[in-house]
């Protein structure tokens, strides 16, 4: 079973505290700080992992996480070398991963290249913000299926219901809530406007889970965003964490630690 | 096979697509205010009302219809009939102006109240401020920091006219992280703004959109040539292409008439393959750009390249999905000019004509000599705008 389904399925039937997702951009703030990030993550406590593949025109992100794809580019990212650097990670990663990028350096790499990479380093799904969905109906999800690949959609408070019945249709895994009209890192905490939004979704009563992704930045947004949602993303104020380390292992899980409030007592 | 023989319209598809090229590749935040535009933007240009108040704004404030001249000395140096477009004398110096009156019509329409754009020379967000100032809604304009610096008169233009420029300080600091700003904007004010793409770039229906505010320029071009000539088809239609904004409205009537040679001239900066060009066509690969299927200059993997022109205004990484169709079809002719060549041409066509025209429009000048057009034919130069704000780098060629 794909480790993405699975998660959510013991957390349905587990019922314990929101899931976190954490977001950090390949090949930053070092070119091989990649897998040293994922690990140290996993160390730390969180439930899934989302690796930002860096891209020149990152346009739903803010200026948090362009900054930090720029910094990658200059360091030598490509997508050809994040498969190299994670060729051998489920020798120790057992958490779900995502890869999140923009279309076209995918395209360029072939989608059914891109694809047979990502099942065999044990990729468990892709976000990719600007492909649209009947494109990725008509041409891409037979060859996503034939990898075991999940393909998580975007809503937004501007997602008319019938779209986001669609969406929930044909969604796998999780759908990610973006939290208000905003790119990433722009806006912070749950408002009375997220409030009434998240409730709309609660009584749609959609098929999928939903985790909830920008503003979100410690625990205490984190404990709001789950409090309506199975779990909530953090992107942006990672970044900012991995900008100013000095010892990157120890700050990574601090800060994963913190979010989730694990004593810091209990070593992992 | 069928749609082979059939007659081809070159037009979009009801998908939103020009053969592969096109439809809308936007993040999901982008989709409301795209899908909006898309449901009314028809139904909005054929309403009997907005088409009355476009064409009377064309009329009395743009000054159209912008004459058909027939450049004689020209003609005579290179041995054919070469006429000129005039968008140089649209109001605010530039073919621009079609766009930005047709769209912030749209938006009153659309119940907008604020208006975002992009600009990279500052010509689009000069012809944005002015319909902005001209319509009472606030106005505010990304631009690269870089091009801030390089084009202080258009940045003092756009202020006066009430608009704020705010820079793109990301990435390149040019016209595609301006638009990328602006994009972005866009999805943190979803609900009251309407964003003016400056060219027939963007997710659809934005280049159908842009290309059908342009196209008064080949209707214009069509009963004047008959006016001059008596046929209302030229052999060539020369534009130049940056997004392809001109181009589009200059080739948009002749699309479906094979026998028009429609010919796009890009900006080949030092030397197409000297590095510092963006000959788009000649460099670049299909890819997703600013959300459409296009021809982009990119890395091998997949990383938006820098364009280099000597012209702010073909300064641009990719091209319109129609332009891209064109070329990939083989019903559009590409060619390019070298920064040299275009100086050349703006210098030739000053002291031949008495025509200063913009570095843009002198690429299609360019070219003249080396298209091979006979004495019979007839050729067409879009000049899409006039030189003023490129006074500054004329100079430096004057001894």
Same mark, same amino acid.
């Given at each position: 079973?794909?480790?993405? +389904?699975?998660?959510?399925?013991?957390?349905?039937?587990? $019922?314990?505290?929101?899931?976190?997702?954490?977001?950090?951009?390949?090949?930053?703030?070092?070119?091989?700080?990649?897998?040293?990030?994922?690990?140290?993550? $996993?160390?730390?406590?969180?439930?899934?992992?989302?690796?930002?593949?860096?891209?020149?025109?990152?346009?739903?992100?803010?200026?948090?996480?362009? $900054?930090?794809?720029?910094?990658?580019?200059?360091?030598?990212?490509?997508?050809?070398?994040?498969?190299?650097?994670?060729?051998?990670?489920?020798?120790?990663?057992?958490?779900?991963?995502?890869?999140?990028?923009?279309?076209?350096?995918?395209?360029?790499?072939?989608?059914?290249?891109?694809?047979?990479?990502?099942?065999?380093?044990?990729?468990?799904?892709?976000?990719?913000?600007?492909?649209?969905?009947?494109?990725?109906?008509?041409?891409?999800?037979?060859?996503?299926?034939?990898?075991?690949?999940?393909?998580?959609?975007?809503?937004?408070?501007?997602?008319?219901?019938?779209?986001?019945?669609?969406?929930?249709?044909?969604?796998?895994?999780?759908?990610?809530?973006?939290?208000?009209?905003?790119? +990433?890192?722009?806006?912070?905490?749950?408002?009375?406007?997220?409030?009434?939004?998240?409730?709309?979704?609660?009584?749609?009563?959609?098929?999928? $889970?939903?985790?909830?992704?920008?503003?979100?930045?410690?625990?205490?947004?984190?404990?709001?965003?789950?409090?309506?949602?199975?779990?909530?993303?953090?992107?942006?104020?990672?970044?900012?964490?991995?900008?100013?380390?000095?010892?990157?292992?120890?700050?990574?899980?601090?800060?994963?630690?913190?979010?989730?409030?694990?004593?810091?007592?209990?070593?992992? | 096979?069928?749609?082979?023989?059939?007659?081809?319209?070159?037009?979009?598809? %009801?998908?939103?697509?020009?053969?592969?090229?096109?439809?809308?590749?936007?993040?999901?935040?982008?989709?409301?205010?795209?899908?909006?535009?898309?449901?009314?933007?028809?139904?909005?240009?054929?309403?009997?009302? /907005?088409?009355?108040?476009?064409?009377?704004?064309?009329? @009395?404030?743009?000054?159209?219809?912008?004459?058909?001249?027939?450049?004689?000395?020209?003609?005579?140096?290179?041995?054919?009939?070469?006429? =000129?477009?005039?968008?140089?004398?649209?109001?605010?110096?530039?073919?621009?102006?079609?766009?930005?009156?047709?769209?912030?019509?749209?938006?009153?329409?659309?119940?907008?109240?604020?208006?975002?754009?992009?600009?990279?020379?500052?010509?689009?967000?000069?012809?944005?401020?002015?319909?902005?100032?001209?319509?009472?809604?606030?106005?505010?304009?990304?631009?690269?920091?870089?091009?801030?610096?390089?084009?202080?008169?258009?940045?003092?233009?756009?202020?006066?006219?009430?608009?704020?420029?705010?820079?793109?300080?990301?990435?390149?600091?040019?016209?595609? @992280?301006?638009?990328?700003?602006?994009?972005?904007?866009?999805?943190?004010?979803?609900?009251?703004?309407?964003?003016?793409?400056?060219?027939?770039?963007?997710?659809?229906?934005?280049? @159908?959109?842009?290309?059908?505010?342009?196209?008064?320029?080949?209707?214009?071009?069509?009963?004047?040539?008959?006016?001059?000539?008596?046929?209302?088809?030229?052999?060539?239609?020369?534009?130049?292409?940056?997004?392809?904004?001109?181009?589009?409205?200059?080739?948009?009537?002749? =699309?479906?008439?094979?026998?028009?040679?429609?010919?796009?001239?890009?900006?080949?900066?030092?030397?197409?393959?000297?590095?510092?060009?963006?000959?788009?066509?000649?460099?670049?690969?299909?890819?997703?750009?600013?959300?459409?299927?296009?021809?982009?200059?990119?890395?091998?993997?997949?990383?938006?390249?820098?364009? /280099?022109?000597?012209?702010?205004?073909?300064?641009?990484?990719?091209?319109?999905?129609?332009?891209?169709?064109?070329?990939? %079809?083989?019903?559009?002719? /590409?060619?390019?000019?070298?920064?040299?060549?275009?100086?050349?041409?703006?210098?030739?066509?000053?002291?031949?004509?008495?025509?200063?025209?913009?570095?843009?429009?002198?690429?299609?000048?360019?070219?003249?000599?080396?298209?091979?057009?006979?004495?019979?034919?007839?050729?067409?130069?879009?000049?899409?705008?006039?030189?003023?704000? @490129?006074?500054?780098?004329?100079?430096?060629?004057?001894?």
């Amino acid at each position: 079973m794909n480790r993405i +389904t699975k998660l959510f399925q013991d957390a349905k039937n587990e $019922q314990e505290g929101g899931l976190l997702n954490v977001y950090f951009t390949a090949g930053f703030p070092e070119l091989n700080d990649t897998t040293r990030v994922l690990q140290a993550l $996993q160390d730390g406590g969180v439930d899934l992992v989302e690796i930002g593949m860096p891209y020149s025109d990152p346009v739903a992100d803010g200026e948090t996480i362009q $900054q930090s794809n720029d910094r990658a580019l200059e360091n030598g990212m490509s997508v050809k070398i994040l498969f190299e650097q994670l060729k051998d990670m489920r020798e120790t990663i057992s958490v779900p991963v995502l890869l999140m990028g923009y279309i076209n350096p995918v395209l360029q790499f072939g989608i059914e290249n891109f694809c047979a990479k990502c099942a065999e380093v044990g990729v468990d799904g892709l976000i990719l913000p600007d492909m649209p969905m009947d494109v990725f109906l008509d041409e891409y999800k037979s060859i996503f299926d034939a990898h075991g690949l999940l393909n998580i959609f975007l809503i937004t408070p501007q997602t008319s219901e019938q779209r986001i019945k669609l969406i929930d249709e044909v969604s796998e895994g999780f759908i990610y809530t973006v939290s208000s009209a905003s790119v +990433t890192g722009s806006k912070s905490g749950v408002d009375s406007n997220m409030e009434s939004y998240f409730a709309r979704l609660d009584a749609m009563n959609l098929r999928n $889970q939903r985790l909830i992704g920008f503003g979100i930045k410690d625990h205490e947004t984190f404990k709001q965003a789950s409090s309506h949602a199975a779990g909530a993303i953090i992107g942006s104020a990672f970044i900012r964490v991995l900008q100013q380390t000095t010892d990157l292992e120890q700050d990574v899980k601090s800060f994963v630690r913190e979010v989730k409030n694990y004593p810091e007592t209990i070593a992992i | 096979m069928e749609s082979i023989v059939e007659k081809r319209s070159f037009q979009v598809d %009801s998908k939103g697509y020009y053969g592969s090229f096109g439809g809308a590749f936007i993040p999901e935040m982008l989709y409301p205010n795209v899908e909006e535009l898309r449901e009314n933007y028809l139904q909005i240009i054929s309403d009997p009302s /907005f088409q009355k108040e476009y064409s009377d704004l064309l009329r @009395d404030y743009v000054g159209r219809p912008t004459p058909l001249y027939r450049a004689n000395r020209l003609s005579e140096k290179y041995k054919t009939n070469i006429f =000129l477009k005039r968008e140089d004398l649209c109001h605010t110096g530039a073919h621009k102006v079609n766009n930005t009156i047709g769209q912030i019509l749209m938006a009153q329409r659309l119940g907008k109240k604020r208006i975002v754009a992009e600009t990279g020379a500052g010509q689009h967000g000069v012809a944005t401020a002015t319909v902005c100032a001209l319509m009472d809604l606030e106005c505010v304009v990304y631009m690269g920091e870089l091009d801030i610096e390089r084009q202080a008169p258009n940045v003092a233009r756009m202020k006066m006219l009430g608009a704020e420029v705010r820079p793109a300080t990301c990435g390149s600091r040019t016209l595609k @992280d301006a638009t990328n700003e602006a994009m972005r904007h866009w999805i943190n004010n979803p609900v009251d703004t309407h964003y003016i793409i400056g060219s027939v770039v963007g997710p659809h229906p934005y280049p @159908d959109m842009v290309a059908r505010f342009q196209s008064i320029i080949s209707e214009e071009i069509r009963w004047q040539l008959k006016q001059h000539t008596g046929s209302e088809t030229p052999d060539y239609v020369l534009a130049c292409v940056g997004g392809g904004s001109n181009a589009a409205g200059a080739f948009y009537h002749f =699309l479906s008439e094979e026998n028009v040679r429609l010919v796009a001239i890009e900006a080949a900066g030092m030397g197409v393959n000297s590095g510092h060009s963006a000959a788009t066509t000649a460099l670049g690969k299909p890819g997703v750009l600013h959300g459409s299927r296009t021809i982009l200059m990119q890395t091998e993997d997949g990383q938006v390249t820098e364009p /280099f022109s000597i012209s702010a205004g073909l300064d641009y990484p990719g091209i319109g999905p129609q332009h891209a169709y064109l070329y990939d %079809s083989g019903r559009g002719t /590409f060619m390019s000019a070298t920064d040299e060549e275009a100086v050349q041409a703006a210098f030739e066509l000053t002291r031949y004509e008495g025509i200063i025209p913009a570095l843009e429009s002198a690429h299609a000048l360019a070219v003249l000599g080396r298209l091979g057009a006979s004495e019979n034919e007839t050729v067409v130069v879009n000049l899409s705008g006039r030189g003023d704000k @490129d006074m500054g780098t004329f100079m430096k060629y004057i001894d």
